[in-house]
């Protein structure tokens, strides 16, 4: 009897966990993107430029490195959090920008510009 009582407890908790993880993709908790190009200070396009990508709440860093276009991207950002971003290139550093999750978009373009 007690171990029937503590396997519908559990079953009605998942079942709950459930429910609160559905009622988060309903209330518009939809991942995001940023993605955007490395420049330097003509408009150049830079390739294999670092751009690091971090977590203002957990403090996790991602990294990319540009293709041949300077382009860069970065998927499943969570939309409850902001995140700064900057990129390096051969010993320069472009300027820190900030993704805020005030932004509701679910796909920004943050161009970056290191002087060189």
Do not use: C, W
């Not at 209330?27 to 408009?43: A, E, H, L, N």
């Not at 300077?70 to 390096?88: K, T």
């Amino acid at each position: 009897m007690r171990r029937a009582a503590v396997i519908a407890g559990v079953v009605l908790l998942l079942a709950g966990l459930a429910l609160g993880q559905r009622d988060d993709r309903t209330q518009g908790s939809q991942p995001r993107s940023v993605s955007g190009t490395v420049m330097d200070k003509s408009d150049a396009p830079l390739a294999d430029a670092v751009v690091y990508l971090q977590n203002t709440k957990s403090l996790a860093v991602k990294t990319f490195i540009t293709d041949a276009s300077g382009q860069y991207r970065f998927h499943g950002l969570s939309p409850n959090v902001d995140y700064e971003i900057y990129a390096e290139h051969k010993g320069r550093k472009s300027g820190t920008k900030t993704l805020s999750a005030f932004d509701s978009r679910s796909n920004v373009t943050i161009n970056l510009k290191i002087d060189k």
